[in-house]
């Protein structure tokens, strides 16, 4: 099994809908959790992080955890053609180290 | 702030020649990551810098790649000889601290295409 996995999509909704990117991870990376997004040639930007069980809001974004279920998502409300991207998911253990995702590719229909 | 640097931003080799790429991390981050992403696919590790030592170079192919970090700041890897299947974009990135979990930051990272 795979430390971090995601459906690969690819996700479509339409503009102002909700969009909902999901992970799930082994016991071995339960510590820390990255949302990032990847335009196209482009290198990944952090959106969100989320350390304890629960949701986080920073604007239209909600990532939630549950350490009971070692799942993870991210919820993009009133979605935008600009968050056309992918996603990736990333876990964080104690020391830096970081494992990725595949990524879910979302495109966002006008 | 100025962001995690790399250069070249693209370089096109053919197979068998040598290449290099440059990293200059965020001013005072310790740890620096080199890392692999293949078109489709989520950055996989190759290694990890803290400070001037690697402490994870367990995915570096180590027959054909090399990195160093001398000073602890700035950063090269190389590939010597390059193969076919080495095309893919080679990223850079930095946290600032070596205990904990920390957010990396990565640069704008290094398309190499091999003919």
């Known amino acids: 099994q795979k430390e971090v996995e995601q459906n690969s999509g690819p996700l479509s909704v339409p503009e102002g809908a909700i969009a909902s990117l999901n992970c799930t991870y082994s016991d071995r990376v339960s510590q820390s959790f990255f949302w990032y997004r990847q335009y196209s040639g482009k290198s990944p930007e952090l959106i969100m992080s989320?350390?304890?069980?629960g949701d986080k809001e920073d604007g239209r974004f909600t990532a939630q955890l549950n350490k009971a279920s070692q799942y993870v998502s991210l919820l993009i409300r009133d979605s935008q053609p600009s968050d056309s991207a992918t996603y990736l998911c990333?876990?964080?253990?104690?020391?830096?180290?970081?494992?990725f995702g595949t990524g879910t590719s979302l495109t966002v229909i006008p | 702030e100025a962001g995690v640097v790399q250069s070249p931003r693209y370089k096109i080799i053919e197979k068998k020649q040598p290449v290099a790429f440059w990293c200059n991390p965020i001013?005072?981050?310790?740890?620096l990551y080199w890392y692999l992403q293949n078109l489709g696919q989520g950055p996989e590790l190759l290694i990890r810098?803290?400070?001037?030592?690697?402490?994870?170079d367990s995915q570096l192919p180590k027959d054909r790649f090399s990195a160093e970090r001398l000073k602890g700041v700035d950063s090269t890897l190389k590939i010597q000889p390059a193969e076919l299947g080495d095309s893919a974009v080679y990223l850079c990135a930095s946290s600032p601290r070596t205990s904990g979990i920390e957010t990396q930051y990565f640069g704008p990272g290094t398309r190499l295409l091999v003919l």
């Open positions: 001013s005072g981050h310790n740890t």
């Open positions: 989320i350390y304890s069980n």
């Open positions: 990333a876990a964080g253990l104690t020391g830096n180290q970081f494992y």
């Open positions: 810098y803290e400070n001037e030592e690697a402490v994870d």
